[in-house]
């Protein structure tokens, strides 16, 4: 291991040791922010075309800035994760090519740059390491190197975690348990909502799931909120999807 790795299997172990398994992803995400130069990061998986669950993040502000582009459908992780490559952002950057979602971003976060890495298990790419900066500022390639060092150890650590019993399994661990504990994790739990929504507003607007998601996403824009609030909002029976309808028809 290099020095760097090190570093963060350090910074990771110390803080895991005491925290609740279901928090693995935020503590991952802390040690990231901790020996990178950035000030917050946050982990994702994808399951799917825009199927996008956070795990866990190393502070509010950067579990908003995913929900953000969740409910845009767009941003950094999705580019990262679409093409494969390291996705570096700038201010200007930002505001060049996503420039709906750069407003919301830059008013809703503090952060005005940074590098967002996709996490591979061999040829396939299952998720994102999104690295945070206050700072609007070019990155040199020993940072983005560093970034996907550590991508690469995230997600070794993930992926050995699979199958770990949850707290009431006690410490047996069954073979068969096919979804690891921190996949119900507080950001993963919510985000499931928005399938229940989905579902819940394809049998009120007679839909495709694509174009009900389009139409959620629009309507949470539209209200000045994230996907996941407005999901939220339909699974609790705190909107009505016939309001929905209306619009859809207008």
């Known amino acids: 291991m290099s020095l760097l790795t090190d570093r963060f299997t350090a910074a990771w ?14 503590t991952l995400a802390r040690a990231c922010a901790r020996v990178l130069p950035f000030d917050a990061a946050g982990l994702s998986l994808m399951g799917g075309p825009g199927a996008r669950v956070p795990l866990g993040a190393s502070d509010d502000d950067a579990a908003e800035a ?8 767009d941003g950094p992780c999705f580019l990262a994760l679409r093409e494969g490559r390291p996705v570096v952002v700038t201010e200007e950057k930002w505001r060049e090519r996503w420039p709906v979602l750069a407003r919301e971003h830059f008013a809703r976060t503090p952060f005005r740059g940074g590098l967002s890495l996709a996490l591979r298990l061999g040829d396939a790419r299952i998720g994102v390491l999104d690295l945070y900066s206050r700072a609007s500022s070019a990155l040199d390639g020993a940072s983005i190197i560093d970034g996907q060092a550590i991508a690469a150890v995230v997600t070794s650590v993930l992926h050995r975690t699979l199958g770990t019993p949850s707290p009431e399994r006690g410490h047996e661990v ?4 096919e979804e690891p504990v921190w996949m119900t994790s507080p950001g993963a739990r919510r985000r499931r909502q928005v399938w229940v929504a989905i579902g819940m507003a394809h049998l009120a607007l007679d839909l495709p799931g694509e174009e009900v998601l389009a139409v959620l996403r629009a309507h949470a824009y539209a209200s000045d909120r994230t996907l996941d609030e407005l999901a939220d909002d339909v699974v609790q029976g705190r909107l009505d999807l016939r309001r929905l309808r209306a619009e859809e028809r207008s």
Do not use: M
């Open 13 to 26: 172990s110390a803080e895991e040791a005491a925290a609740d398994p279901v928090l693995l992803p935020s």
């Open 66 to 73: 995913e929900r953000l582009q969740f409910t845009h459908g």
């Open 174 to 177: 069954d073979e068969d348990l």
